[in-house]
């Protein structure tokens, strides 16, 4: 036989035994050739195809794709093409022959695959069943079934023992290889070290830290230097965090975080920095009935009390998030404490704003104003920051006024004129009436004495009745001596004109009415002189509107 034909001989032969059927117990690599829906059928390099039922993979079938390479053992050939592998008892006998090797300690791979009594079954490498104690699950714990068994985790053996016949004793646990990763990182890391994390939970006391081999706490306490903080909304799980290692506990696998350190103490040189008497802005951070807390920085909160808060103008009203100045009048920083005026501040701007009165305003100036305070025979307004001016009662309209309520109302802005600077005694005189043509001008021109008019009763005092010239819209003098029946608030009568008294030179703007006839005049003044009192031609009636509204500023004082 030549040399070429025994070599074709040999390579048939050795082809042919490579195609030959293994036997039950053989291991062979199987190629996927198909997943069907119960088992996957595989290229085992021999005259036959292979069959690997569902219950004897490794893997849910659903991660198999044509084209993986698998290692299996022969289990059965029915003699008729049919050969039947198991991936699985292929595994377990490899995981069992690590396991003899390694015994206790050695880490493994596996899968949850239920909750039985008093733990879990865990699946090693998808071929051997182990035991897994809840005591030795605390981070699987509070995983929902669903979760539990949608990941593979690492195991470390406790207990290793072979009992024959597949009834293997083996037990795992979660935590103790934790705990060993746990001490491994809690020793490479250092006190006043930065480190990062996600946030896993928020809880009341404070934020837990996800950063790998374990987690952190990060206590409500060093979240901010501000005393009060929501951390509902500072945080949300999944935010990456930033914080500094403040203690670990390597024994008890344990962790504390501060956000806070990473910036400096705010009250450190607070002293320094807000010397007492300055003055500084804040923002109003919450509002009590006994004053205003104030928050220069973060972590730095004050108290304005309210003896601090000025009390004369009705219109400021403070409002949260406002951004305010304040005078420094305390500061304790072992208690943290700091108290702070705004009255203070007030005063100083007042002190500044008169020394420069005159050169801003001048008598005879027409200013806006706004009505800060009503006072009984006036009202106060403030035409600057600092700078409060009076309008008497007098001076708020051209017709009576019985109280300023009447004529003006609180906060509202309005014209006015300046009568008087008093730098000296920080007094400014106002009026309102006079931004506003005077009635009198007109007036004076056409009422004579003897006039007839009508006179509505607007206010009837001891002296008299102050009335409204319907005709003219402007106030009167009624004396008592001319009262008639029905003379009372809101009636109308018909009278005239006794005497009119206009010098704007001197502010005398008068005006007397009568509502009796000539004759019944004399009839009562003969009555009253046979009395031996004053009558009305005895002595002139000279009260007037204006010694009314004065013997009424001084009742009110």
Known sequence: ???????????????????????????????????????????????????????????????????????????????????????????????????????????????????????????????LSAFLPGSQASSLNSLSPSDLTKNEYEFEVITFEERGRGRNNIVVSRDSLLNKEKEEFLNSVQENEKIKGKVAEITNFGVFIDIGPMTALLPRSEVSW???????????????????????????????????????????????????????????????????????????????????????????????????????????????????????????????????????????????????????????????????????????????VKKPSEVLKMCEKTKVKILSIEPESKRIRLSVKRTTPDPWEELIKEVKPGMPVQCEIISVKNSGAIVRIVEYNVEGFLPKSQFVEGVEEGKILNGKIHKVTYNPELDERDMVVTLKDRETVKEEALDEKEKGEDYLNSKPMTTTIEDMVKEKSEEQQ
């Open 1 to 127: 036989m030549e040399n070429g034909e025994k070599n074709e001989e040999m390579e048939k032969f050795l082809q042919e035994e490579e195609l030959a059927t293994p036997s039950v117990g053989e291991v062979r690599k199987c190629k996927v050739i198909q997943v069907d829906k119960d088992k996957i059928i595989v290229d085992v390099s021999a005259k036959t195809e292979g069959f690997i039922n569902e219950g004897y993979l490794t893997k849910d079938i659903s991660e198999y794709k044509p084209g993986d390479v698998i290692e299996a053992v022969v289990t059965k050939n029915d003699g008729e093409s049919k050969l039947y592998l198991s991936e699985k008892r292929y595994a377990s006998k490899k995981i069992l022959d690590e396991l003899r090797k390694g015994g206790k300690g050695t880490i493994v791979k596996g899968k949850i695959s239920r909750k039985v009594r008093g733990g879990y079954s865990v699946e090693i490498g998808g071929a």
């Open 226 to 400: 501000e005393k009060s903080v929501n951390l509902k909304n500072m945080f949300h799980v999944g935010d990456e965090v930033e914080a500094l290692i403040i203690s670990k506990d390597v024994p008890n696998g344990k962790m504390s975080l501060s956000l806070k350190r990473m910036k400096p103490d705010p009250w450190e040189n607070i002293e320094e920095r807000y010397p007492v008497g300055s003055v500084v802005k804040a923002t109003i951070s919450g509002k009590a009935s006994f004053g205003l807390f104030v928050k220069l920085e973060d972590g730095i909160k004050g108290l304005v009390h309210s003896t601090e808060i000025p009390s004369d103008d009705h219109c400021k009203e403070f409002k949260e998030g406002e951004e305010i100045e304040v005078e420094v009048l305390k500061i304790d920083p072992e208690e943290r404490k700091i108290s702070f005026s705004i009255k203070k501040v007030k005063e100083r701007l007042e002190e500044e704003a008169w020394k420069t009165v005159e050169e801003k305003y001048h008598v005879g100036d027409v200013v806006e104003a706004e009505v800060v305070k009503f006072l009984r025979n006036g009202v106060l307004l403030k035409i600057d920051e600092g700078i409060t001016g009076f309008s008497h009662i007098s001076e708020l309209s051209w017709h009576f």
